[in-house]
T-cell receptor, first 114, second 111 residues
Framework: NAGVTQTPKFQVLKTGQSMTLQCAQD?????MSWYRQDPGMGLRLIHY???????DQGEVPNGYNVSRSTTEDFPLRLLSAAPSQTSVYFC?????????????FGPGTRLTVL | AQSVAQPEDQVNVAEGNPLTVKCTYS??????LFWYVQYPNRGLQFLLK??????LVKGSYGFEAEFNKSQTSFHLKKPSALVSDSAVYFC?????????FGSGTRLQVQP
């Protein structure tokens, strides 16, 4: 199993550009999520999905879109990048029993917006 | 809403000594608690979790955590620290549909 994979590893954007961060998992997990990590702030939830076709907002959703057309993939789209979106982005997945399922994290994408 | 507090930004310990990384939580309902570790420029790795049952949870790499309901705490411990344990440790609590993380504690183990 490759686990949770993310591409690209690094990305530099100019203000106003758009891009998609890719996330895939091969564990047949129902639940997938996106977090951003900023210095001293831990991880904050952007969006999550409990299955194909079902998505919902997390704590910091503004400026980001998601869709879940397959169980395996959960891309995160930045519509018009802003310097405030400079961060490290992590994707995670888990089963969804609702009873303390362990989330497994990808290696992250480091994004810089100039 | 649930929350997690990690009161120490950094913990320093000598190799071979016991270590403790502190975490307190707030959640309505049953607490599902987690510890993750992050090495430099890496993703988060799962260490252990508390769902129910025994208050002492054993996890990976010799780590364990003690759940204390009356003090709403879930402290991470290890009897004998290694230099290779140096990393950032995150405590998290599962809410209705997502994890809420603490701000992290940097553990520095000195040789």
């Amino acid at each position: 199993n490759a686990g949770v994979t993310q591409t690209p590893k690094f990305q530099v954007l100019k203000t106003g550009q758009s891009m998609t961060l890719q996330c895939a998992q091969d564990m047949n997990h129902e639940y997938m999520s996106w977090y951003r990590q900023d210095p001293g702030m831990g991880l904050r939830l952007i969006h999550y999905s409990v299955g194909a076709g079902i998505t919902d907002q997390g704590e910091v959703p503004n400026g980001y879109n998601v869709s879940r057309s397959t169980t395996e993939d959960f891309p995160l789209r930045l519509l018009s990048a802003a310097p405030s979106q400079t961060s490290v982005y992590f994707c995670a997945s888990s089963y969804w029993s609702g009873i303390g399922d362990t989330q497994y994290f990808g290696p992250g994408t480091r994004l810089t917006v100039l | 809403a649930q929350s997690v507090a990690q009161p120490e930004d950094q913990v320093n310990v000598a190799e071979g000594n016991p270590l403790t990384v502190k975490c307190t939580y707030s959640v309505s309902g049953n607490p599902y608690l987690f510890w993750y570790v992050q090495y430099p420029n890496r993703g988060l790795q799962f260490l252990l979790k508390y769902i129910t049952g025994d208050n002492l949870v054993k996890g990976s790499y010799g780590f364990e955590a003690e759940f204390n309901k009356s003090q709403t705490s879930f402290h991470l411990k290890k009897p004998s620290a290694l230099v290779s344990d140096s990393a950032v440790y995150f405590c998290a609590v599962m809410g209705r549909r997502a994890l809420t993380f603490g701000s992290g504690t940097r553990l520095q183990v000195q040789p």
